[in-house]
């Protein structure tokens, strides 16, 4: 099972400009004071404004690279983190970006508003975001060039040795392999306890080895009057939630043990959060 997340209930919605695989809100219903506008999604606006087919924005990356290079390597992550991702099942990496490649991500995702991917369409028209797209990155090169060579992938990298893989390929090293990624921004209504099943395989706790992560990657700081992303730590180690449900109930099953064992994140611009 995955860690067991939502937001903090006793408070309003992130107002984040933008996170990628970020965890879930309450249903509270606040609206975030600053907010990127909404594409349109009227019928001739689906015809006429929304991409097909790959799209490019062309905004440099803040590093030279050559094309299937390694991701820049970086120190953020120690072996202090493993133990924790291994012990309580999430853990919080302040750091992993420099400005440079927070505006980098945030440059990305002001253009890609500006010209909205089809694959946004069910997301947007829900009105849970301003804006979501699932798969961004096998749509959009600036977001699939950030996950190859930004630090990101080598922390995750790092992160594979946390118990199933620790001693890596022929070659020693770690393969990273992206199942779904979700862009979002603006979080307008959210969700209860649940685990992220819906964004890609999930094996863990039910018979299979840990292997599979969810991360999160911040572009903007939690405001210290909203809410903030919250976790059952252990939970990953819970015998009751399948692997297909998503909503649960904290008084079902063995879940009652760990309820009581909540964390809480306030991460800032740059950091990233790593749960099972």
Known sequence: NMVLSRENPEASTLPQKGGMFAPGNTE????????????????????TKYA??????????PIEVVEGQPPLPTNAITQEH????????????PNVLTQEWIDYLRANTEWQIQHPHIWAVPGVASGLYDYIQRSAWTTNDGFANFLYYSPVASVLGKAAECGWFPEGDE???HEIRISTDLLMVNPNKGFKWHQDNQNGPLTSGHGGPLDALRFWVTMDDTPAEYG????LRRSHQNKYVGKDEVFVSLEDGDLSEYKDDVVEFRPKAGDMLIWH
Do not use: C, F, M
């Open 52 to 61: 097909w087919g790959q799209q490019h924005p062309n905004i440099p990356l």
């Open 228 to 231: 903030a992303p919250v976790y």
């Open 171 to 173: 070659r020693g090293q």
């Open 82 to 93: 493993l133990d924790i991702l291994r012990e309580d099942g999430v853990v919080h990496i």
């Open 28 to 47: 509270v219903d606040l609206q975030p004071t600053t907010k990127t506008s909404k594409p349109p999604v009227g019928v001739i606006d689906l015809l």
